[in-house]
């Protein structure tokens, strides 16, 4: 939520647990849309690659931000239209998994609300295969603005964003958690 939002909540005993950068993306219309990686290709994410989503998510985030099976659920369905895609690390249909995403829209508004790269192969480009992948399939369909947030602290994430063209909002996000017995 937005810390004005969240005041309420942090007098009335909530602690704040972290702070998020929130970016946005204007995008243009599907036929000016152009990707910003060539060969870089995607493929639905199947039910058999979940083991190798999930360990590449427990090694992506901390323990409080990591996906086990029902939260990644809840992930794809948090919007009413998602698309999960899974990248590849050699572009062979039964290359590796190196990376995954999930994206969803509501109405004319997208969220990148999962992009997670196995740590030995950030800085590769998967992140950016990735997200394009995203972008494009928002554009498609009419998204006129797409929305992503990530910890203040990962400045990776943060850089790649801001390199495709995202723009931080001036005010980011809070988590607040209730640890009180």
């Known amino acids: 939520m937005s810390p004005r939002d969240g005041r309420p909540f942090l ?3 909530f602690e704040l647990q972290e702070r998020l950068h929130l970016l946005a993306l204007r995008l243009p219309s599907a036929a000016a849309f152009r990707p910003r990686i060539d060969g870089g290709r995607t493929y639905p994410a199947r039910v058999w690659h979940r083991a190798r989503v999930l360990d590449i998510d427990a090694r992506a985030f901390d323990s409080f931000w990591r996906f086990d ?7 794809r369905r948090a919007t009413p239209v998602s698309r999960y895609r899974v990248v590849r690390r050699e ?5 590796a998994i190196a990376g995954y995403a999930v994206t969803g829209r509501a109405g004319p ?11 030995e192969l950030a800085g590769r480009g998967y992140g950016t295969v990735l ?6 399939w928002l ?4 998204v006129q603005t797409v929305m992503v947030n990530t910890q203040e602290s990962n ?4 850089e790649l964003y801001h390199r495709l ?4 909002e001036p005010e980011g996000l809070v988590v607040l958690a209730w640890t009180r017995q």
């Not at 554009?139 to 009419?142: I, Y």
């Not at 400045?155 to 943060?158: F, I, N, P, Y």
């Open 139 to 142: 554009a498609v369909r009419g």
């Open 155 to 158: 400045r990776r994430a943060l």
């Open 109 to 119: 508004r997208g969220y990148l609300q999962r992009l997670a790269v196995a740590p």
């Open 91 to 95: 572009h062979r249909p039964n290359g």
């Open 69 to 75: 099976d029902r939260t990644l659920k809840e992930a």
């Open 165 to 168: 063209g995202f723009v931080s």
């Open 11 to 13: 007098n009335a005993g």
């Open 131 to 136: 997200v394009d992948d995203a972008l494009r």
